[in-house]
């Protein structure tokens, strides 16, 4: 499903106030692993209080082991430092990467910022070496902006 087809569905899951937030986070992982075909693991982290951490707060895929990450390791940590996105087209060409699973091949994190700060980030893994284009940067920083509206 085209990227301009899904903006109106994750506006319509993240307006949904029946549901706590945790569980329309859920919904727009679940949304994107399901029709966008190389997202195969879709998550949300958010920095850990007052901690130089991020804490994984949903997602959807395989189970991972990497619910902290510490600011600084890995692709999710890098962005939490430098707030700006993260286009990785082949995992095994990166120094600082933490192997979630030996099938991933290619990852993006965008960082998620409220009232201008970043408060956290959509992370995308692929099985799929370099799927990942500016559509794609431009869509999640859309999903970003409307994730801020309900935090």
């Not at 209080?49 to 997602?59: I, P, V």
């Not at 408060?119 to 999640?140: A, C, H, M, N, V």
Request: with cysteine; net charge negative.
């Amino acid at each position: 499903m085209p990227f301009e087809k899904l903006k109106p569905e994750v506006v319509n899951i993240l307006d949904n106030s029946e549901k706590n937030v945790t569980d329309r986070l859920h919904e727009v992982c679940k949304l994107l692993n399901d029709h966008i075909d190389y997202y195969d693991w879709v998550g949300f982290y958010f920095r850990n209080g007052d901690k130089e951490e991020l804490k994984l707060r949903t997602y959807v895929g395989e189970p991972t082991d990497h619910e902290i990450i510490p600011f600084g390791k890995g692709i999710c940590g890098q962005v939490a430092v430098s707030n700006e996105n993260f286009v990785v087209p082949d995992v095994q060409a990166q120094d600082n990467y933490i192997a979630c699973s030996f099938t991933v091949k290619s990852e993006i994190v965008i960082p998620l910022f409220k009232d201008g700060e970043n408060i956290g980030q959509i992370d995308i893994d692929s099985e799929t070496p370099d799927p990942f284009t500016e559509k794609d940067e431009r869509f999640l920083e859309f999903v970003n902006q409307e994730v801020a509206k309900i935090l």
